[in-house]
């Protein structure tokens, strides 16, 4: 699904210039979980925002899904975006003024999906989240947990083939932080690809496969032992 | 996709109630001063457009030179109608006023007058010149017959009904009787007409049929034929000079031809002035109604446009300052799939909603200042709310304002970038500083131009009015139409005079306020020619005159009743003085003589010379005047000693309502009457200090907004210099200092601006104030402390906060 090759990414300011991924070679299969992993300002975020389609590589080549991203005006990454990828976000990034309900429904709105069909679609994922109760509040009045769920809800809600998750538990207490991995893990199973950013050893092992960065070049990957053990 | 814009755009807007309040207000303040504009300026533009064939009717206007005065008249000579309609088919109509001023009408068998304010003579043509109706009345025959009148509806209700005036008869100041033929409908108010409610026929106006060519006392309209245009007419008007203005003058001075007379400097031309510029473009002596000027309705109008664009980059400047809070939401919504082209429609849709917002306040703010608008403005507009084409241009203008004013917040925003702004929060950095500081340069640039001006026309007022005038205004009371007294005109001020709080009374209609003027061209004794004609003022007054007016006499002496030879005697001014050519010492004796036919000459001498004292408005220069002792009763002018004005006014109403019972009694104080003439620069100047301050005040919102918006954005740095040691001075300083930068920018852009353009406004004047420093000084004090007191609010609540507060909102 993924094919990354000779990726580069630079970042400019007015003297200095820093090199954030050097030299990156990854290929993510269809229904894999991979976790990247990684100090500080190894890369990470950068490389997830890659693969995502929000930031542009500087060299090399990035192609899913044999299309190749690198190069694409930012209109065609949208469209391309649209309805393939889900995002999870540490922080959640919830829109503080839209309901639950309506958080979920709006990458559905972009997709301009009636509206019977978005609602039919919204509750199905927000059952299957156990939020469904809360459709009518807004994120300042849920728990980090129920949030993340809602964020996740919306992720999901177009059933993208791709969810990119940055430190999805990194703001959340270790009971919420379990649950969200265990809704992850299911996806996956379900056949979602994903590919997580994390810093927590206990997350990592919820995946097939580690990809370590430093200094903005892949070190070491591993297969999951914990996995293979479980597969 | 539009009903989620819509109800994210109003949960935001109810979110931010202060940003919402600073934005609508702000919005709401100049659309209204721009509504309240618009529609004066659309009253000002509709002036006499709805008269039948407006665009054909034309007045004629003469510029002549003569005798040392020039003069630019409104008027033509009485047979000019007649020739032009006989000699000229591309005349269809005409018609001529008389104008007589204000008049005192009642009922033959009543005592009570009634005072109407502008009466005039008038053709019977008037109706069919200006396509009027009449209510009741014949239009056939109405103003045909001498001593005949028309009355406006008003007028007629004062007296009858509208039905039944016909053939009722109405004494008018109390000598002469005519007879009611016909009511019309009140006269619109933006017309030349508006303050006309008398129309007398010009059947009973002996001059109207005189072949006098000299005089200029009639207001003359054409009416030319659909096929006609002005250029048509502008050989015929200009052969009248020939044909039948010379061979008339020969008659008094045998011999001249056209080449003496233009050889000895004189000169008369003849103009055609469309009916519909006389509003704006004509400002000619004694104009039928107060005209305004388009001078006016550019600055007006470029005020209106100045609010609006204030509104709108208060708009922009706090949308784009705000949206640092609104960046996660366009980062999520890029992330989800949104692309720019539909954030930017989000973003115009919440302008939009805010716009619309603003004009429903705005309207409601219209409806509400529009009485104090029309004070200011001295008209009588209202609301065209049944009108469907004012809503839509409304709607429209305002959904143009929103998509504006929302387009560059629109643009900036979606721009953003997500990986950006997803990841930090609310510590991103927001672009776009340098374009809100030069928004912020512009609003203070346009408030300093606009406070400048306020106070270079309220300095140039207050240099008129305490200028010397050659007389004294001061504590006189005028009380008007004394003539109504008849025979009792002099036991009134006789018995005036006796009152204690009175120094000196005088009779005459000739004031140096805005009141009755004659001139006439008068020759120095055995100088009967054409090239030494003195075109000169000629008032009828009083021995009590010049006491009572604290003129100085330069030369001879004042009237005395006891010297019998005064009635042919002539106080001469400075002006005067100057076209004879000599010192005032030799002055005295001489003799000039109105008449131009030696044999009917009567002379007058001249027994002294009073300082020049002026009589019209600062505009102008002083002309040539003399005074003559007559009777002239209209107006009799009390000095009063200072004490209780209201005591001594109710003595003279007393005196007044028992000497001339029935007559109305009304005064006024010269003062006042003096500053009438200053009118049209009076209300200038409100008008610019009220659209002044709204700008100021627009312009410190998106200060005061924008101060906030950077308090709250170096909220961190300002902890961190606080835990370094900062004071709360020291903070406050260099929060304000930023500001202040940008307000002096806009300072030092406005001011020769402003210079240029008050100095450009004040050489209208012939007697002005030249713009000293210190009004500019002024300017820019006033603009830095309102900034200042604006931005330090904000600078010093966020120097005062707790750093460990405000470092924990990282």
């Given at each position: 699904m993924?094919?990354?090759?000779?990726?580069?990414?630079s970042?400019r300011?007015?003297?200095?210039?820093?090199l954030?991924l050097?030299?990156?070679?990854?290929?993510?299969?269809?229904?894999?979980f991979?976790?990247?992993?990684?100090?500080?300002?190894?890369?990470?975020s950068?490389l997830?925002?890659?693969?995502g389609m929000?930031?542009?590589?500087?060299e090399g080549s990035?192609k899913?899904?044999d299309?190749?991203?690198?190069?694409l005006?930012?209109r065609?990454?949208?469209e391309?975006?649209k309805?393939?990828?889900?995002?999870?976000f540490?922080?959640?990034?919830?829109i503080?003024e839209?309901?639950?309900y309506e958080?979920?429904?709006?990458?559905?709105?972009?997709?301009?999906?009636n509206?019977?069909?978005?609602?039919?679609?919204?509750m199905?994922?927000l059952?299957?989240?156990?939020?469904?109760h809360?459709?009518?509040?807004?994120?300042?009045?849920?728990?980090?947990g129920?949030?993340?769920?809602?964020?996740i809800?919306?992720?999901?809600v177009?059933?993208?083939?791709?969810?990119l998750?940055?430190?999805?538990?990194?703001?959340?207490?270790s009971?919420n932080?379990?649950?969200?991995?265990?809704?992850l893990t299911?996806?996956?199973?379900?056949?979602?690809?994903?590919v997580?950013?994390?810093?927590?050893?206990?997350?990592?092992?919820?995946?097939?496969?580690?990809?370590?960065?430093?200094?903005?070049q892949?070190?070491?990957?591993?297969?999951?032992?914990a996995?293979?053990?479980?597969? | 996709?539009?009903?989620?814009?819509?109800?994210?755009?109003?949960?935001?807007?109810?979110?931010q109630p202060?940003?919402t309040?600073?934005?609508v207000?702000?919005l709401?303040?100049?659309?209204?001063?721009?509504i309240?504009?618009?529609?004066?300026?659309h009253?000002?533009?509709s002036?006499?457009k709805?008269?039948?064939d407006?665009?054909?009717?034309?007045?004629?206007?003469?510029?002549?030179?003569?005798?040392?005065?020039?003069?630019?008249?409104?008027?033509?000579?009485?047979?000019?109608?007649?020739?032009?309609q006989?000699?000229?088919?591309?005349?269809?109509?005409?018609v001529?006023?008389?104008?007589?001023?204000?008049?005192?009408?009642?009922?033959?068998?009543?005592?009570?007058?009634?005072k109407?304010?502008q009466t005039?003579f008038?053709?019977?043509t008037?109706?069919?010149?200006?396509?009027i109706?009449?209510?009741?009345?014949?239009?056939?025959?109405a103003?045909t017959?001498?001593?005949?009148?028309?009355?406006?509806?008003?007028?007629?209700?004062?007296?009858f009904?509208?039905k039944?005036a016909i053939?009722?008869n109405?004494l008018?100041?109390?000598t002469?009787?005519?007879t009611?033929t016909g009511?019309?409908?009140d006269?619109?108010t933006?017309?030349?007409?508006?303050d006309?409610?008398?129309?007398?026929?010009?059947?009973?106006?002996?001059?109207?049929?005189e072949?006098?060519?000299?005089?200029?006392n009639f207001?003359t309209f054409?009416?030319?034929?659909?096929?006609?245009?002005?250029?048509d007419i502008?050989?015929?008007?200009?052969s009248?000079?020939?044909k039948y203005?010379?061979p008339?003058?020969?008659?008094?001075?045998p011999g001249?031809?056209?080449?003496?007379?233009?050889?000895?400097g004189?000169s008369?031309?003849y103009?055609?002035?469309?009916l519909?510029?006389?509003?704006?473009?004509?400002a000619?002596?004694?104009?039928m109604?107060?005209?305004?000027?388009?001078?006016n309705?550019?600055?007006?109008?470029f005020i209106?446009?100045?609010l609006i664009i204030?509104?709108c980059?208060?708009?922009m400047?706090?949308?784009?300052?705000h949206?640092?809070?609104?960046a996660?939401?366009v980062?999520?919504?890029?992330?989800?799939?949104?692309?720019k082209?539909e954030?930017?429609?989000?973003?115009?849709i919440?302008?939009?909603?805010i716009?619309?917002?603003?004009?429903?306040?705005?309207?409601?703010?219209?409806?509400t200042?529009?009485?104090?608008?029309?004070?200011?403005?001295g008209?009588?507009?209202?609301?065209?709310?049944?009108?469907?084409?004012?809503w839509l241009?409304?709607?429209?203008?305002?959904?143009?304002?929103?998509?504006f004013s929302?387009?560059?917040?629109?643009f900036?925003?979606?721009?953003?970038?997500?990986?950006k702004?997803?990841?930090?929060?609310?510590?991103?950095?927001?672009?776009?500083?340098?374009i809100?500081?030069?928004l912020?340069?512009?609003?203070?640039?346009?408030?300093?131009?606009?406070?400048?001006?306020?106070?270079v026309?309220f300095?140039?007022l207050?240099?008129?009015?305490s200028?010397?005038?050659?007389?004294?205004?001061d504590?006189v009371?005028?009380?008007?139409d004394?003539?109504?007294?008849?025979?009792?005109?002099?036991?009134?001020?006789e018995?005036?005079g006796?009152?204690?709080?009175?120094q000196?009374?005088?009779f005459?209609?000739?004031?140096?306020?805005?009141?009755?003027?004659?001139?006439?061209?008068?020759?120095?004794?055995g100088?009967?020619?054409?090239?030494?004609?003195?075109?000169m003022?000629?008032?009828y007054?009083?021995?009590?005159?010049?006491?009572t007016l604290s003129?100085?006499?330069i030369?001879g002496?004042?009237?005395?009743?006891?010297?019998?030879?005064?009635?042919?005697?002539?106080?001469i001014?400075?002006?005067?003085l100057?076209?004879l050519g000599?010192?005032p010492?030799?002055?005295?004796?001489?003799?000039?003589?109105?008449?131009?036919?030696i044999?009917?000459?009567k002379?007058?001498t001249?027994?002294?010379v009073?300082?020049n004292?002026?009589f019209?408005?600062?505009?102008?220069?002083?002309?040539?005047?003399?005074?003559?002792?007559?009777?002239?009763?209209?107006t009799?002018a009390?000095k009063l000693k200072?004490?209780?004005?209201?005591?001594?006014?109710?003595?003279?109403?007393?005196?007044?309502?028992?000497?001339?019972?029935g007559?109305?009694f009304?005064?006024?104080?010269?003062?006042?009457?003096?500053?009438?003439?200053?009118d049209?620069?009076?209300?200038?100047g409100?008008?610019?200090?009220?659209?002044?301050?709204?700008?100021i005040?627009i312009?410190c919102?998106g200060l005061?907004g924008?101060?906030?918006?950077?308090?709250?954005k170096r909220?961190k740095e300002?902890?961190?210099?606080?835990?370094?040691?900062?004071?709360?001075?020291?903070i406050?300083?260099?929060?304000?200092?930023?500001?202040l930068?940008?307000v002096g920018?806009g300072i030092?852009?406005?001011?020769?601006l402003?210079?240029?353009?008050?100095?450009?406004?004040?050489?209208?004047?012939?007697?002005?104030?030249?713009?000293?420093?210190?009004?500019?000084?002024?300017?820019?004090?006033?603009?830095?402390?309102v900034?200042?007191?604006?931005?330090?609010?904000q600078s010093?609540?966020?120097?005062i906060?707790?750093?460990v507060?405000?470092?924990?909102?990282?």
């Amino acid at each position: 699904m993924i094919k990354i090759q000779n990726l580069k990414k630079s970042f400019r300011t007015e003297e200095v210039e820093t090199l954030a991924l050097n030299d990156v070679n990854l290929n993510v299969a269809s229904g894999e979980f991979v976790a990247i992993m990684g100090p500080s300002g190894c890369g990470k975020s950068t490389l997830l925002n890659i693969i995502g389609m929000l930031d542009n590589p500087t060299e090399g080549s990035y192609k899913f899904s044999d299309h190749e991203v690198g190069g694409l005006k930012e209109r065609q990454r949208t469209e391309l975006r649209k309805g393939n990828l889900g995002f999870v976000f540490q922080s959640f990034n919830l829109i503080d003024e839209l309901t639950v309900y309506e958080n979920v429904e709006l990458p559905l709105i972009y997709l301009k999906m009636n509206k019977s069909e978005r609602k039919q679609k919204v509750m199905a994922v927000l059952e299957r989240m156990k939020i469904a109760h809360r459709e009518k509040h807004f994120p300042q009045q849920l728990s980090g947990g129920q949030q993340q769920r809602v964020a996740i809800s919306r992720a999901v809600v177009t059933n993208p083939k791709l969810i990119l998750a940055d430190e999805p538990t990194g703001n959340l207490d270790s009971k919420n932080g379990i649950e969200v991995m265990n809704l992850l893990t299911e996806l996956n199973q379900e056949g979602t690809t994903i590919v997580m950013v994390t810093h927590s050893d206990r997350d990592s092992h919820y995946a097939h496969r580690i990809v370590n960065l430093f200094d903005g070049q892949i070190v070491t990957e591993s297969q999951n032992r914990a996995m293979e053990a479980r597969v | 996709m539009y009903k989620n814009y819509l109800k994210i755009a109003w949960r935001n807007l109810k979110k931010q109630p202060f940003f919402t309040f600073l934005n609508v207000f702000g919005l709401a303040i100049g659309m209204t001063g721009a509504i309240l504009i618009s529609l004066f300026v659309h009253d000002e533009l509709s002036f006499d457009k709805m008269f039948a064939d407006s665009d054909r009717i034309y007045r004629i206007d003469t510029d002549i030179k003569f005798g040392g005065a020039e003069m630019e008249s409104a008027q033509a000579a009485a047979p000019m109608a007649n020739a032009l309609q006989n000699d000229f088919a591309q005349v269809k109509n005409t018609v001529r006023f008389r104008t007589k001023g204000s008049m005192l009408l009642r009922k033959s068998e009543t005592n009570d007058n009634s005072k109407e304010l502008q009466t005039t003579f008038v053709d019977s043509t008037f109706f069919d010149m200006f396509g009027i109706q009449l209510l009741s009345g014949d239009r056939k025959t109405a103003l045909t017959q001498p001593n005949t009148l028309v009355l406006t509806k008003t007028a007629a209700e004062k007296h009858f009904g509208i039905k039944n005036a016909i053939g009722q008869n109405l004494l008018l100041n109390n000598t002469d009787t005519y007879t009611i033929t016909g009511v019309i409908d009140d006269l619109p108010t933006n017309s030349f007409l508006k303050d006309y409610s008398v129309f007398m026929a010009m059947a009973g106006h002996v001059a109207s049929r005189e072949n006098n060519w000299g005089g200029n006392n009639f207001y003359t309209f054409i009416k030319l034929i659909p096929s006609a245009n002005a250029d048509d007419i502008k050989i015929p008007l200009a052969s009248m000079l020939e044909k039948y203005m010379l061979p008339w003058a020969q008659k008094y001075f045998p011999g001249m031809t056209g080449e003496s007379f233009a050889a000895a400097g004189n000169s008369i031309r003849y103009h055609t002035m469309p009916l519909t510029d006389i509003h704006l473009y004509s400002a000619r002596e004694s104009e039928m109604s107060s005209n305004s000027s388009m001078q006016n309705v550019y600055i007006l109008s470029f005020i209106g446009l100045f609010l609006i664009i204030l509104a709108c980059v208060n708009f922009m400047n706090l949308s784009t300052a705000h949206s640092l809070k609104r960046a996660k939401e366009v980062g999520v919504r890029k992330t989800l799939g949104s692309n720019k082209t539909e954030l930017i429609q989000q973003f115009l849709i919440e302008s939009g909603l805010i716009a619309l917002i603003s004009l429903l306040l705005a309207v409601a703010l219209s409806i509400t200042v529009l009485p104090l608008f029309n004070e200011l403005s001295g008209r009588a507009i209202s609301l065209p709310f049944t009108n469907p084409i004012f809503w839509l241009i409304l709607f429209v203008a305002t959904i143009i304002l929103g998509l504006f004013s929302g387009s560059y917040p629109a643009f900036f925003m979606s721009r953003l970038m997500p990986v950006k702004t997803l990841k930090g929060g609310s510590h991103t950095s927001v672009g776009g500083g340098n374009i809100r500081n030069a928004l912020v340069v512009f609003q203070f640039a346009i408030s300093v131009f606009l406070i400048v001006s306020t106070l270079v026309v309220f300095q140039q007022l207050k240099f008129i009015q305490s200028k010397d005038l050659g007389f004294t205004k001061d504590q006189v009371l005028l009380i008007n139409d004394t003539y109504a007294a008849g025979k009792q005109v002099k036991a009134f001020k006789e018995e005036v005079g006796r009152l204690g709080q009175v120094q000196s009374s005088t009779f005459s209609s000739f004031l140096p306020v805005p009141s009755s003027r004659s001139s006439s061209s008068f020759f120095e004794e055995g100088a009967i020619e054409q090239d030494k004609a003195i075109q000169m003022g000629t008032w009828y007054v009083d021995e009590d005159y010049i006491p009572t007016l604290s003129m100085k006499l330069i030369a001879g002496r004042n009237f005395d009743k006891q010297h019998l030879t005064d009635s042919t005697a002539v106080i001469i001014n400075e002006s005067t003085l100057k076209r004879l050519g000599v010192n005032p010492e030799a002055a005295l004796g001489m003799r000039i003589s109105e008449e131009i036919e030696i044999e009917k000459s009567k002379f007058f001498t001249v027994i002294g010379v009073v300082k020049n004292f002026h009589f019209e408005s600062l505009r102008e220069n002083i002309n040539a005047l003399g005074l003559f002792l007559d009777k002239s009763t209209g107006t009799l002018a009390i000095k009063l000693k200072a004490g209780d004005f209201k005591q001594t006014i109710s003595s003279i109403e007393s005196i007044w309502t028992k000497l001339a019972p029935g007559q109305p009694f009304s005064y006024r104080f010269m003062d006042d009457a003096f500053n009438t003439s200053y009118d049209a620069e009076q209300r200038l100047g409100r008008i610019f200090m009220v659209f002044t301050i709204l700008s100021i005040f627009i312009a410190c919102l998106g200060l005061f907004g924008l101060a906030a918006f950077n308090a709250q954005k170096r909220t961190k740095e300002i902890g961190i210099r606080k835990v370094l040691g900062a004071s709360i001075s020291q903070i406050t300083y260099r929060l304000t200092t930023d500001f202040l930068k940008m307000v002096g920018l806009g300072i030092l852009i406005s001011l020769p601006l402003g210079w240029y353009t008050m100095n450009k406004w004040l050489e209208d004047f012939s007697y002005r104030i030249e713009i000293s420093w210190w009004i500019l000084a002024l300017a820019a004090f006033l603009a830095i402390a309102v900034a200042i007191l604006t931005v330090s609010y904000q600078s010093i609540k966020a120097a005062i906060t707790n750093p460990v507060k405000s470092l924990k909102t990282e």
